[in-house]
């Protein structure tokens, strides 16, 4: 793979010097929070005109939005049947085809001429942990038929021969899907945002909001701002001001690992290009810097620190590609997801002029350009595709309550997912014994000649007799079947004349002759 993930300028790396907003400023789209979702925002609305300022508490890309693998392929966090139970099948094709529409817009901006050394590489593939043939047949003629979106399905065969561990089933390819560097894209965004003339303050926390009226005010440590509207793209950590926004979102840290360069046997045990993630969302990698597997797998509601989690990392590559035995994990990262109670994003004007982009759980990246874009447009252009975001509203995430049954319920889930996974390896290797021995037994049979008897060739089997009449009421008395298998007794002299005639080469003689 030719980007190098660990690889940040100086910029990413903040030795530029971050600018603070330390004077009052008015605007026409104030974004809070700069992150994936918010310098999306920024640089639709600078593109298409307007005045936009960026306040960022920490630096650019902090959080889960610098410290992401940067898989970009189409859905969301809700799984597609649930999104169409849920709204119906015509509301769910459409959110479908925004989330594609996103996507696109990653891959144009995640260009060599805009963003150097970006490359992307194309090709997504989800695995099962369990043997799901029918379902994922059917899986795939409604992402092919009903939601115009290109895959492939592989079989177990296919699977393997990419990925060399009995622990993947079938899978879904995507090759329209593709992967970048995580860290890379998130500064390029905030660089593109800046040539388009969108104005971005780190290190500029919000003290407080006040969205009444026309001209909307936010007041910073050193300056107060003026802005027609409000973006609220801060995730779980929008702060004091906005803690009842903050608390519609669970907290879930994902961590992940980059490990020492394996050099070619990891080509050999792993021989697909691009990312793959399987089907319980419990493992995501890839292969990076060309011989580095970087693994995201550790999920937790509390916050640690990421080097605590290489062991986890270390454990379960080993888990999944036992053949690559125990690797180095020389880098660690992690950041928090905001994930609602519902699965799908907050997208949408809460009141006139103040709006939300955040709960974009694990599907990031083409979510938060999709919100991007329909925000900016919804703001400048009227565009209203954001009702359909309706059905999905603000609700309360429990809180401490929450965090911990969202643990209980992610350890319920990794649990189930290797329990399912073990049943169907045991189903797997006990068919492959069931054939093996079955295939020994014929072997037997072949070489000890008691396969199934055939008749002698020419010899005609003998007419069955007529059943005897019943000695009384006229009914007949079925006479008990002859044992299978049993020898057709032959007269001596046909015996002796069948051998002859096979000696002889000539035909079977008739009887009596």
Not at 286 to 313: H, K, N
Not at 479 to 496: F, G, M, Q, R, S
Request: hydrophobic fraction near 40%; glycine fraction near 10%.
């Amino acid at each position: 793979m030719s980007e190098t993930f660990t690889s940040v300028s100086q910029e990413e790396a903040g030795l530029r010097d971050r600018v603070r907003l330390s004077f009052d400023l008015d605007v026409d789209i104030c974004v809070i929070g700069a992150g994936l979702a918010g310098l999306s925002i920024a640089l639709e609305a600078a593109r298409l005109g307007a005045s936009v300022a960026v306040l960022e508490g920490r630096h650019i890309g902090w959080n889960a939005s610098g410290n992401q693998l940067g898989t970009v392929m189409p859905g969301f966090a809700l799984p597609l049947t649930d999104l169409i139970e849920r709204i119906g099948f015509e509301d769910a094709r459409e959110l479908w085809t925004l989330s594609k529409e996103g996507a696109e817009l990653v891959r144009a901006n995640a260009t060599e001429a805009n963003m150097p050394g970006i490359a992307p590489d194309n090709g997504v593939l989800e695995v099962s942990n369990v043997d799901a043939g029918d379902r994922l047949i059917s899986r795939l003629q409604m992402l092919n038929e009903d939601f115009d979106t290109e895959v492939e399905g592989w079989q177990v065969d296919r699977v393997r021969e990419v990925l060399r561990t009995d622990r993947y089933f079938h899978g879904v390819y995507y090759p329209r899907a593709f992967q970048v560097d995580g860290r890379k894209y998130v500064h390029g965004l905030a660089a593109l945002a800046r040539r388009a003339g969108a104005r971005i303050f780190e290190d500029t926390p919000v003290v407080s909001i006040d969205h009444s009226g026309i001209r909307k005010r936010i007041v910073t440590p050193s300056a107060r701002l003026r802005a027609s509207h409000i973006v609220l793209a801060g995730n779980i950590h929008l702060g004091a001001p906005l803690r009842r926004l903050s608390e519609t979102l669970l907290p879930v840290w994902r961590y992940a690992g980059i490990t020492a360069p394996l050099g070619e046997r990891v080509h050999e045990i792993i021989a697909f290009k691009g990312s793959v993630m399987d089907s319980d969302g419990v493992d995501h990698f890839r292969i990076v810097d060309g011989d580095r597997l970087m693994w995201e797998s550790p999920e937790t509601t509390w916050s640690a620190r990421p080097q605590r989690f290489a062991g986890s990392v270390r454990r379960r590559i080993r888990t999944i590609f036992p053949d690559l035995g125990n690797v180095e994990v020389t880098e660690t990262f992690g950041g928090a997801t905001g994930q609602t109670v519902h699965g799908m994003p907050q997208i949408g004007q809460l009141r006139k002029g103040l709006w939300v982009a955040s709960g974009f759980g694990r599907q990031g990246m083409n979510t938060s350009a999709m919100a991007g874009q329909m925000i900016a447009r919804s703001i400048l252009w009227g565009d209203e595709r954001w009702k359909l975001f309706s059905p999905f509203e603000l609700v309360w995430a429990g809180g401490a309550t929450g965090r911990v049954a969202g643990q209980l319920v992610g350890i319920w889930g990794r649990a189930s997912s290797a329990a399912a996974g073990s049943l169907a390896r045991y189903r797997e290797r006990a068919k492959v014994k069931d054939r093996q021995r079955e295939a020994r037994l014929a072997e037997a049979n072949r070489a000890a000649g008691t396969g199934p008897r055939r008749p002698l060739a020419g010899v005609r089997p003998r007419p069955a007799a007529p059943p005897k009449p019943a000695a009384q009421g006229g009914q007949h008395r079925a006479e008990p079947a002859p044992p299978p298998n049993k020898l057709i007794e032959i007269p001596p002299d046909d015996v002796t004349s069948v051998v002859k005639a096979r000696i002889s080469g000539r035909g079977l003689p008739a009887h009596g002759e």
